[in-house]
């Protein structure tokens, strides 16, 4: 085969997402229509998972038991084993705030078109991951053996501006409540276990030690409960902490070690005792294949989308994708649905509903599946 084989199934492809256009912005405008939030997208899983099967797809469950809102869709019968990755969960009180319902759309329309151009030659995956967001259900599907066997996944961010590489923040915020021992100010004999105090104290060590941490991190501290009233010594406080880094084992094997030893000495001063949860999954840092980078700036280009390169060592989230693509070989650029606007705000979410906003799902659709095309033909 030539070169001229590859151009004209990346010519196919694109002609694939303008035949599905009207199933991309379909998804769009039902996801934006019907927010849902995390391991709660009973509506939308449902919503697509009869779209896939009405497009000829084979749906399944999979890891039920533990997300029942995620789903396994299948497509074509080739060797080539290529993934899709399709968020749907939305935000409280702002619906759509980060796109996820133009993630879906164009994950979805990406898969089906790559998948009717090369039926016999890759099987294409289109996985329904809830709780990006919340829950990372990411996390738990790559811990599980999931995406085992696939040769690559994509997935496509929306945000201000169009971009390709750059890296994310792993993440695994933590949880801390001081138990002490009630009492009354005003009792002259029992003067309880201040809890409030311990987290106070905790709370100063722990900005000391965060600048003896020696690459990147993020630390953000907030105190969500201490004590009932003004008269009663606090028998409970609580501490809620987001704790990133660039590098997932710096982040488990140093920063998290020495925070929670921190904890426990700090309670034990106080007579106190602290309880650590991680209230929310460990998240790693995103590894963006190189060359599937380089796939998508020849597709943005080709396709007439303006982008810029990310460095690698920036970041400026977090997301369960990291832990996929510290699996499997995984790209995921950002593309632009609007200017001037920031994720996880009201402005934001009007964008995920807009003509722009369903007009760029088609370039991403096609920047994706044109990239799975340039993937296949590497062993060719």
């Known amino acids: 085969m030539s070169i001229l084989d590859k151009q004209a199934m990346k010519q196919a492809v694109c002609q694939r997402v303008d035949e599905l256009q009207p199933v991309i912005y379909e ?6 229509a019907h927010p849902e939030l995390g391991t709660e997208e009973t509506l939308s899983a449902a919503f697509l998972r009869n779209l896939l099967q009405e497009q000829g797809c084979m749906v399944e469950d999979i890891v039920a038991d533990v997300f029942p809102t995620a789903f396994h869709g299948l497509y074509g019968e080739g060797p080539f084993q290529m993934g899709f990755l399709a968020e749907y ?53 790559t811990d599980a053996g999931v995406f085992d066997g696939l040769q690559a996944t994509l997935i496509i961010h929306p ?8 890296t994310s923040y792993a993440t695994h915020p933590l949880r801390f409540t001081f138990i002490g021992k009630e009492a009354h100010v005003a009792d002259p004999v029992y003067h309880g276990i201040n809890a409030l105090d311990a987290l106070v104290d905790f709370y100063g060590k722990l900005r000391a030690l965060q600048r003896t941490f020696t690459k990147p991190y993020i630390l953000g501290l907030m105190i969500a ?47 106190a005792e602290v309880e650590m949860v991680h209230y929310e999954a460990f998240c790693k840092n995103m590894v963006n294949d190189v060359r599937m980078d380089d796939y998508f700036a020849e597709n943005f280009t080709a396709l007439g989308e303006k982008f810029i390169r990310k460095p690698d060592d920036y970041a400026s989230g977090s997301t369960d994708v990291g832990n996929v693509s510290q699996a499997i070989r995984t790209s995921q650029p950002e593309i632009c649905i609007g200017t001037g ?11 995920a509903g807009s003509e722009f906003a369903r007009q760029q799902a088609l370039v991403g659709a096609k920047a994706m599946a044109m990239t799975a095309v340039d993937v296949l033909w590497e062993n060719k």
């Open 27 to 32: 998804i769009a405008d039902y996801l934006h």
């Open 89 to 141: 969960d939305a935000l409280p009180g702002i619906g759509h705030g980060c796109g996820h319902n133009i993630i879906a759309a164009m994950s979805v329309g990406a898969a089906l078109a790559f998948g009717r151009t090369v039926p016999d030659q890759a099987t294409v995956h289109i996985y329904g991951c809830p709780a990006e967001e919340t829950a990372g259900s990411k996390v738990y599907m």
């Open 159 to 166: 945000s201000d501006e169009t971009a390709i590489g750059g």
């Open 225 to 271: 409960e201490g004590g009932t009233a003004p008269n009663i010594i606090p028998g409970k406080a609580v501490l809620r902490a987001t704790i990133r880094a660039l590098d997932a084992d710096y982040l488990s094997e140093v920063m998290l070690p020495q925070i929670k030893q921190l904890a426990r000495e700090t309670a034990q001063q106080w007579g």
């Open 341 to 351: 606007i920031a994720a996880h705000t009201p402005d934001f979410a009007a964008a």
